[in-house]
């Protein structure tokens, strides 16, 4: 089975021009042309992409993707790095979280928060 571009995009639920930004970046192959000139996708380059956007959903920044073998597995140093990224926007997020509900429960103004997160800001210094 061949895809063209569009086709492609609508499989994987991304654009044409996501496409497109992962060839300019080398994370996707360039696939064979039919004799009209029009990209003709297969089975590998959809597998392909589909393991893209995976690792895309997953968090790992597109620069570190290259890094995948051809079955898309990444080094485990490279998934100890985002996971510990992640962690740390959970641990943002928390602490969010946290001053929002502060602002619902006492009705503090968002600045008395953004006040509390300077005075710590500046202690942790």
Same mark, same amino acid.
């Given at each position: 089975?061949?895809?063209?571009?569009?086709?492609?995009?609508?499989?994987?639920?991304?654009?044409?021009?996501?496409?497109?930004?992962?060839?300019?970046?080398?994370?996707?192959?360039?696939?064979?042309?039919?004799?009209?000139?029009?990209?003709?996708?297969?089975d590998e380059e959809l597998d392909r992409l589909v393991r893209?956007?995976?690792?895309?959903?997953?968090?790992?920044?597109?620069?570190?993707?290259?890094?995948?073998?051809?079955?898309?597995?990444?080094?485990?140093?490279?998934?100890?790095?985002?996971? !510990?990224?992640? &962690? %740390?926007?959970?641990? +943002? /997020?928390?602490? #969010?979280? $946290?001053?929002?509900?502060?602002?619902?429960?006492?009705? !503090?103004?968002? &600045? %008395?928060?953004?006040? +509390? /997160?300077?005075? #710590?800001? $500046?202690?942790?210094?």
């Amino acid at each position: 089975m061949a895809w063209s571009t569009r086709e492609l995009a609508e499989l994987t639920g991304t654009t044409v021009n996501t496409i497109r930004h992962y060839h300019r970046l080398g994370l996707l192959d360039e696939p064979k042309r039919s004799s009209n000139g029009y990209k003709q996708y297969g089975d590998e380059e959809l597998d392909r992409l589909v393991r893209i956007r995976r690792l895309v959903e997953l968090g790992v920044p597109l620069a570190r993707i290259g890094e995948a073998g051809t079955d898309g597995t990444l080094p485990p140093e490279t998934l100890r790095q985002v996971d !510990a990224d992640l &962690a %740390a926007n959970i641990e +943002r /997020l928390a602490r #969010a979280r $946290s001053d929002i509900a502060a602002i619902l429960r006492d009705g !503090a103004p968002a &600045a %008395a928060v953004a006040s +509390r /997160l300077c005075a #710590a800001g $500046s202690q942790a210094s």
